[in-house]
């Protein structure tokens, strides 16, 4: 036991010795150990570098002797660089202990971390990274420092590759890898493996194997003299797939590449991270089962803008492919492809070919091919066959503007030609493309479409770029119809942007809803719905859209509206709408309508309009438009015909708000066989009939013109001749606001059957009661037209003028007036009928206000 201890304190001092003489000698000897590497380093390097501090230690890289450089920075080798090559926060060159006492140096081991490297070529394809020189002139055991690396560690280290001259740039983060080395004279073996994470491979402007993580292991073989890279069999593993690598890469001149690649245990996901984001996207949710295989060969020269032979194959076999969330997988899928960049090795050679596609959805079948040729002027061969349920291949591939859908399609479409031709002009283009689409009681909800389309069946032809509609039916909520016609440039707008559609169609409706088809607003603006809010309709045309339809419809309706028969042709142009003739039954009459709705600007959309009706029952005009916003007269108070034309501009807001400030209109109206019951105006008059004769007043016929301007409805002087024998001749004119003030002046004759005399134009003269009828329609006054009265009078007295002052002034009006001043009575110059008065001067219509005017 005593001898176990002084062994062990033997051992123990011994140890202390070896340590103590290894720190003395490192703190002796560190000046020189340093200067020996600074000396050895500028022997490799073409270019600067800079060091915040450099040191030697025990500690850092034990059980070997650190040189510990800090804050390290190697500028790249192109003078116009402003990027260094490479930075980095330490860098460990280590050696064995054993050399303190040997006193020579031999650098084993190469450790970097936390650091950055940015190699690349310039415009010209001049490199940034010939920083190094190498010297044979002496061999390394005649040096009291050498480099004989034996491992190299790298550690949280960020990599660029930058080809401006040929668009690439690959970026990658080297996680932890660790390398070793054996050293023969001119060959260096070296064996690696370590995980890195890709950010993304940059050729041009598509990313390929974006944010990827990549485990890394190889073996390669460098012969310095002959410049050259054997890629023994080596193994890069995406995932759970795998793909191996092995090959040679020259660089004695250009960068000469003879590489092979073969997946194993691929799937559909480590497939799709060999494509651009801007396709693989969309299906990177997808997963798959079955033999799914990748491969292929990467042969020739990569230097300036020349590139290597690119062939690879890939496909399937009886694979499925799913998305985990929807639960459906098309089944049994068979495909064979290959890619390949040509002969010329470039995109105008290069070649996307699938053949033998083939497989099933829900036991439905589907099958197709594919050649897509000369990426820059790409050619493209489709030949696709499916049988389709709509719903499970929603559920399987949904599309964002889809809500949902249900129903069967069947679609059989072939398409040959230049996509370049195709998409200059779509209607030129030499093209070849034939299909048919088949729909069988389809029924889909769109997101932007607040009804359902329901019941859609038909037959769609494809026929070069247009499409010819063959009965196509359906229901839009309540509305349905028939269509038949064709689509022009039907498949160019389908497949290109901004493209016109032309709709050339006869649609057949047995029941539109317009309260139904206006509201079929998008929601996909805040704003476009609170602005729609108020009334839930909406009006925009898209600007590629033309229409040529000729329509009918047996029964229409909109609110109050009930229409039949409505009939005409729409037209629709750069976003403006024309009707040239539209008719309809309507109230117990018929209208007929022709004018334009310009859309361009849908916050302002202007409605040109001649409309005309005949034989409208005016009580039923009355409610079906909602008693034209007032309640002074109502359908209630109405009987009669009215046949009527109309010239007018008005304006709406894009949720069809009429901007009544900007309304002109101009009508003709023609009353027949009218009545005006219990109209409460009428009964401030019984002091001239009784109130049961005012109650129902009746009148042949009246005919006037009628203006609106500036809110208001001019109403010039008419006459209405009616059943009240005191009040047989009615003169009426005013003006009625939108905002219901009332201005209306009536003129009455007084006993018209005893003291009238004809006149030449037919009408009647004589002493008439003047009452105007102001205020709103629920706060209104019937008096005595003073106004009027005053301007209608002459110096020459008149009986009118001697009558008893305010005899029906308290009649009409309870408040008491002043008595009018008399003119004493001119002795007649001849003999004159008794109660003879003379003709009032008579008024003039009523006109706009100054500044006002009328244009029509």
């Keep these: 036991m005593k001898k176990l201890r002084r062994y062990i304190f033997y051992f123990l001092l011994t140890l202390a010795l070896l340590l103590g003489g290894a720190v003395a000698g490192v703190w002796l000897g560190q000046d020189h150990i340093i200067a020996l590497f600074v000396q050895e380093a500028n022997r490799y390097l073409r270019t600067p570098v800079q060091v915040g501090k450099m040191e030697v230690s025990l500690l850092d890289q034990f059980p070997r002797v650190s040189i510990t450089l800090h804050e390290v920075r190697v500028s790249g080798s192109l003078t116009q660089d402003t990027v260094p090559l490479a930075r980095a926060q330490r860098l460990y060159c280590a050696f064995d202990a054993w050399d303190l006492w040997r006193g020579h140096y031999r650098i084993r081991a190469v450790t970097l971390t936390d650091g950055r490297v940015y190699v690349g070529h310039d415009a010209q394809g001049r490199p940034n990274y010939d920083v190094i020189r190498y010297d044979t002139t002496a061999a390394p055991s005649d040096k009291p420092l050498a480099f004989g690396l034996e491992n190299v560690h790298l550690e949280r280290i960020h990599t660029t590759y930058d080809d401006q001259l040929r668009q690439q740039r690959y970026t990658v983060r080297v996680e932890n890898m660790q390398a070793e080395l054996d050293v023969n004279d001119m060959l260096v073996d070296v064996t690696a493996q370590g995980d890195t994470h890709v950010e993304a491979l940059q050729l041009g402007s598509d990313a390929y194997f974006r944010d990827k993580a990549l485990r890394v292991t190889t073996r390669l073989r460098v012969d310095r003299a002959a410049r050259l890279v054997t890629i023994q069999p080596s193994e890069l593993k995406i995932g759970r797939a795998a793909y191996g690598v092995a090959g040679r890469v020259s660089y004695q001149q250009a960068t000469d590449l003879d590489v092979q690649l073969d997946g194993r245990n691929t799937d559909v996901q480590s497939v799709l991270a060999l494509l651009p984001p801007r396709i693989a996207n969309r299906l990177s949710a997808y997963r798959s089962r079955g033999d799914v295989y990748f491969g292929g060969t990467v042969r020739g020269t990569l230097a300036g803008k020349d590139n290597p032979r690119l062939d690879f194959r890939f496909g399937c076999r009886d694979a499925s492919f799913y998305h985990p969330e929807y639960k459906q997988a098309v089944e049994h899928v068979f495909l064979t492809g290959t890619f390949s960049n040509g002969m010329s090795r470039s995109a105008r050679t290069s070649e996307l070919d699938l053949r033998g596609v083939r497989g099933t959805l829900q036991g439905r079948p589907f099958n197709g091919s594919l050649r897509y040729s000369d990426f820059q002027d790409p050619r493209v061969v489709l030949d696709l066959s499916a049988d389709l349920d709509v719903a499970r291949v929603l559920q399987f591939y949904p599309v964002a503007a889809v809500r949902s859908g249900s129903g069967t399609a069947q679609l059989k479409v072939s398409f040959a030609g230049s996509m370049r031709e195709f998409k200059a002009n779509p209607a030129t283009a030499a093209v070849q493309s034939a299909g048919e689409l088949t729909l069988r009681g389809v029924q889909l909800r769109l997101r932007d479409f607040t009804q359902p389309f329901t019941g859609l069946s038909g037959v769609f032809l494809l026929r070069r770029n247009d499409v010819a509609i063959n009965s196509f039916t359906g229901r839009v909520g309540a509305s349905d119809f028939q269509m038949s016609g064709v689509f022009k440039n039907g498949l160019g707008w389908l497949l290109l942007p901004r493209q016109r559609l032309l709709v050339e169609a006869d649609l057949k409706s047995k029941q539109l809803n317009f309260d139904q088809l206006l509201s079929l607003r998008s929601s996909a603006g805040k704003a476009a719905a609170a602005a729609s ?230 009408s009647t003269a004589g002493p008439s009661l003047l009452l105007a009828i102001q205020g709103d329609e629920n706060n209104f006054r019937v008096t005595y037209d003073r106004a009027r009265a005053q301007a209608g009078r002459t110096p020459a007295s008149s009986p009118a003028a001697a009558r008893k002052p305010g005899l029906l002034d308290g009649l009409l009006k309870p408040t008491a007036t002043k008595p009018a001043a008399t003119a004493a009575p001119a002795p007649p110059t001849e003999p004159r009928k008794p109660f003879e008065l003379k003709k009032p001067e008579k008024k003039k219509p009523a006109q706009p206000q100054t500044g006002e005017y009328f244009e029509f």
């Design 533 to 762: 809010a108020k009334n839930g309709y909406g009006f925009r045309f898209p600007a590629n859209l033309a229409l040529d339809v000729n329509m009918y419809a047996q029964r229409t309706r909109f609110r109050r509206f009930r229409g039949q028969d409505l009939q005409g042709a729409i037209r629709l142009q750069n976003q403006v709408l024309s009707a040239p003739s539209l008719s309809v039954a309507a109230a117990g009459g018929r209208a007929s309508f022709r004018g334009t709705l310009d859309a361009r600007n849908p916050d302002l959309l202007r409605l040109s309009s001649s409309t005309s009706c005949q034989q409208l029952p005016l009580d039923s005009l009355f409610y079906v438009f909602e008693d034209f916003g007032q309640q002074f007269i109502t359908a209630r108070h109405l009987r009669g015909t009215l046949t009527a034309s109309a010239e007018s501009d008005m304006y709406f807001s894009s949720n069809l708000d009429p901007l009544t400030d900007k309304l002109q209109a101009e009508v003709k109206v023609t009353v027949r066989n009218g009545e005006l019951n219990n109209f409460m105006p009428l009964q401030k008059l019984s002091m001239i009939a009784g109130r049961e004769r005012l109650r129902h007043l009746r009148f042949a016929q009246l005919t006037t013109p009628v203006y609106i301007q500036s809110r208001t409805v001019y109403l010039p002087e008419m006459e209405i001749r009616s059943n009240v024998k005191a009040a047989s001749l009615v003169r009426v004119t005013g003006t009625h606001t939108f905002d219901q003030q009332m201005d209306y002046h009536l003129s009455i004759p007084i006993l018209p059957g005893l003291l009238s005399k004809v006149v030449p134009n037919g």
